[in-house]
């Protein structure tokens, strides 16, 4: 038997997944306007070129989840560059195999 | 081949862009209490390790083996693999659609990527490639046969587009020569592709 394939290619597909699956889950994102938003993200890049249903394709499922949290109001799109910021932070000032956390 | 980049990282590799902001995403989510990370966890868990093709593999087999389930599934896919346990986000809406040598069915969905999750799991990238979105509409008997299907020529093709409401298990045929296996050993010829009708279930070894 061939080995399956993994579900996720990489962990921060998963991630994104899981994120989106749960709003959903706790009724905060009804899957149709989710579905409908989501299509339309990937109607416009695939304009541009072939998406290929890998990186691309979770990329603009990214894109879709930050603007429907735009809007909503649930992450501030300003507030969501400061914290990746300061997760980047984090990272470079965090020795290697150590444990990374956000300060404070 | 020695092994010649350095492998002492000063600092711990910094995680790509996307994961970056998809980490942002989840702090505040967390920090709002809109999320609980250990939920995320679940849900990841279930859909690496738990929910695949195998359930809509047994859901097949069931059908081949026993007539009343067949009948049901057809009738009422969704009320029927609920009563498996096989449910779930993607899940609500299911339609079985069962290949005949008169019908074979393919399902793609045109919009993203509707697929039912609960009995396959998360879409392969094909699926949801530009690619097979657009071209399995349009010359689906070209698209098959990239993937190694060739139908007779009384056979006609039914391609079915999935929604964010419709979602669908292609039931393929019964292979020859599989007359007295048991249900699991019928299962194990069921492939993922075969559920989506890109593939047929493979012939017994």
Same mark, same amino acid.
């Given at each position: 038997?061939?080995?399956?394939?993994?579900?996720?290619?990489?962990?921060?597909?998963?991630?994104?997944?899981?994120?989106?699956?749960?709003?959903?889950?706790? *009724?905060?994102?009804?899957? +149709?306007? #989710?579905?409908?938003?989501?299509?339309?993200?990937?109607?416009?890049? /695939?304009? @541009?070129?072939?998406?290929?249903? *890998?990186?691309?394709?979770? +990329?603009? #499922?990214l894109e879709?989840l930050e603007a429907?949290l735009a809007?909503? /109001?649930? @992450?501030?799109?300003?507030?969501a560059?400061?914290?990746?910021?300061?997760?980047?932070?984090?990272?470079?000032?965090?020795?290697?195999?150590?444990?990374?956390?956000?300060?404070? | 081949?020695?092994?010649?980049?350095?492998?002492?990282?000063?600092?711990?590799?910094?995680?790509?862009?996307?994961?970056?902001r998809?980490?942002?995403l989840?702090?505040?989510?967390?920090?709002?209490?809109?999320?609980?990370?250990?939920?995320?966890?679940?849900?990841?868990?279930?859909?690496?390790?738990?929910?695949?093709?195998?359930?809509?593999?047994?859901?097949?087999?069931?059908?081949?083996?026993?007539?009343?389930?067949?009948?049901?599934?057809?009738?009422?896919?969704?009320?029927?693999?609920?009563?498996?346990?096989?449910?779930?986000?993607?899940?609500?809406?299911?339609?079985?659609?069962?290949?005949?040598?008169?019908?074979?069915?393919?399902?793609?969905?045109?919009?993203?990527?509707?697929?039912?999750?609960?009995?396959?799991?998360?879409?392969?990238?094909?699926?949801?490639?530009?690619?097979?979105?657009?071209?399995?509409?349009?010359?689906?008997?070209?698209?098959?046969?990239?993937?190694?299907?060739?139908?007779?020529?009384?056979?006609?093709?039914?391609?079915?587009?999935?929604?964010?409401?419709?979602?669908?298990?292609?039931?393929?045929?019964?292979?020859?020569?599989?007359?007295?296996?048991?249900?699991?050993?019928?299962?194990?010829?069921?492939?993922?592709?075969?559920?989506?009708?890109?593939?047929?279930?493979?012939?017994?070894?």
């Open positions: 038997m061939t080995r399956p394939e993994p579900a996720f290619a990489e962990p921060w597909h998963a991630q994104v997944f899981a994120l989106t699956v749960h709003l959903n889950e706790t *009724g905060r994102l009804p899957w +149709t306007d #989710w579905a409908d938003r989501f299509g339309a993200t990937l109607a416009r890049h /695939g304009l @541009a070129r072939d998406l290929d249903g *890998g990186d691309d394709y979770f +990329t603009a #499922w879709t429907v809007e909503t /109001g649930a @992450a501030d799109p300003k507030e560059m400061q914290v990746k910021q300061a997760w980047e932070t984090a990272y470079l000032a965090t020795p290697h195999g150590q444990p990374v956390h956000l300060k404070d | 081949m020695p092994h010649d980049h350095h492998d002492d990282h000063p600092h711990s590799l910094l995680p790509s862009d996307p994961a970056l998809v980490k942002a989840e702090t505040i989510l967390t920090r709002k209490g809109l999320v609980d990370p250990a939920a995320l966890d679940a849900i990841i868990d279930a859909y690496e390790n738990r929910i695949g093709p195998k359930n809509g593999a047994d859901v097949v087999a069931r059908a081949w083996t026993d007539e009343g389930f067949r009948a049901a599934l057809l009738e009422d896919a969704s009320a029927t693999v609920r009563e498996l346990g096989y449910y779930g986000r993607q899940g609500e809406h299911v339609v079985a659609v069962e290949n005949t040598p008169a019908q074979h069915n393919m399902v793609v969905c045109t919009l993203c990527s509707c697929y039912p999750w609960p009995l396959l799991g998360i879409p392969p990238a094909w699926y949801k490639s530009d690619a097979y979105r657009a071209r399995a509409v349009r010359e689906p008997r070209r698209v098959l046969a990239e993937f190694g299907v060739f139908l007779p020529d009384e056979t006609a093709v039914r391609v079915w587009d999935s929604t964010a409401e419709m979602r669908y298990l292609v039931i393929p045929m019964r292979p020859e020569g599989t007359e007295g296996m048991d249900r699991a050993a019928l299962a194990a010829l069921v492939t993922r592709n075969s559920m989506i009708g890109t593939g047929l279930a493979r012939a017994p070894s």
